[in-house]
């Protein structure tokens, strides 16, 4: 199941494409040789493609002591279709937020996270966030669930950071949100990419709307096509980025078929793409997904 990719420098390279059972967890031992076989390892990306493997079950399957002394990266990906409700592994027996926390403290060299997964409930209910913002000093680029996202911004750490993609989980914080004009006081002065994988629209603007005013360095947008009636605002947060060089629009044929949605050939893509390109004529644009 776990076969080496690469070796550069010092740095190894590790994948595990996915389980024969999705209730086969000692199929995950593996990887607790990596941390008593390879202390050098830097980077470590773990991929379950049809498995909603939880971040708590990877953490909790690792270990306390599992520790890997120079790691600097560390992807989990694992299917993010099913709800809550639907994920049929068993749950660890201990609290994955503290394990997690605790795996955070024993990485401190981590600049790149990445939690493309699902999450139980009790999770994001548990999860401090100052553990994440204040334990990862090197952080650097950070992609995984909105919960998280919408609290981190307003640590110190967010001036740093470089990459942020921010995904759909359809929980909301439990934590109270900012207080209204905070977002004033945002500054993303490093931010040069943003990817909203976030496919309800209003929601994926309430993003734009923190963001872009705070991040006058970005240079790259990933974000889901908007509708004509968006297409204004859309276009005024655009001029808070004057250095934006690439920008991708997706349309997934999912919220945009609710009744009150305008079907893919009533975006007037084109209109938009032309007044995007006024504003930043070598502007590179690509749109991906359904158009008429």
């Excluded at 967890?25 to 939880?54: H, Q, R």
């Excluded at 992609?143 to 911004?153: A, K």
Aim: include cysteine; charge should be negative; charged fraction near 20%.
């Amino acid at each position: 199941m776990m076969r080496k990719l690469a070796r550069v420098q010092e740095s190894y390279f590790f994948y595990i494409g996915g389980l024969l059972s999705s209730r086969d967890m000692k199929l995950l031992e593996p990887l607790k040789t990596v941390a008593a076989n390879s202390p050098m390892l830097e980077n470590l990306i773990v991929d379950f493609k049809n498995i909603p493997m939880t971040l708590e079950h990877m953490i909790s399957s690792l270990g306390t002591d599992f520790t890997l002394p120079r790691l600097k990266t560390f992807h989990l990906g694992g299917c993010l279709d099913p709800s809550p409700e639907d994920i049929d592994l068993p749950k660890p027996s201990s609290h994955g937020a503290s394990h997690f926390q605790a795996f955070l403290s024993r990485h401190p060299r981590l600049n790149e996270l990445k939690l493309d997964c699902p999450f139980f409930h009790e999770f994001h209910k548990k999860f401090d966030p100052a553990i994440l913002a204040q334990g990862l000093p090197m952080l650097l680029a950070f992609s995984g669930p909105r919960f998280i996202y919408e609290q981190l911004l307003y640590y110190p750490i967010a001036q740093q950071i470089r990459g942020l993609s921010i995904g759909g989980w359809n929980w909301e914080s439990g934590r109270p949100g900012p207080e209204k004009g905070s977002t004033d006081k945002l500054h993303l002065p490093e931010l040069r990419s943003l990817e909203i994988q976030e496919d309800n629209v209003p929601k994926a603007m309430e993003i734009l709307e923190t963001v872009l005013p705070a991040a006058a360095g970005l240079e790259s947008l990933y974000t889901p096509a908007m509708p004509h009636n968006y297409h204004k605002d859309f276009l005024v947060l655009l001029t808070h980025t004057p250095k934006l060089q690439d920008i991708c629009l997706w349309n997934y044929d999912s919220d945009f078929n609710g009744k009150d949605a305008p079907v893919p050939s009533g975006f007037n893509r084109i209109e938009l793409v032309v007044a995007m390109k006024d504003m930043f004529p070598d502007l590179e644009i690509e749109c991906l997904g359904d158009w008429d």
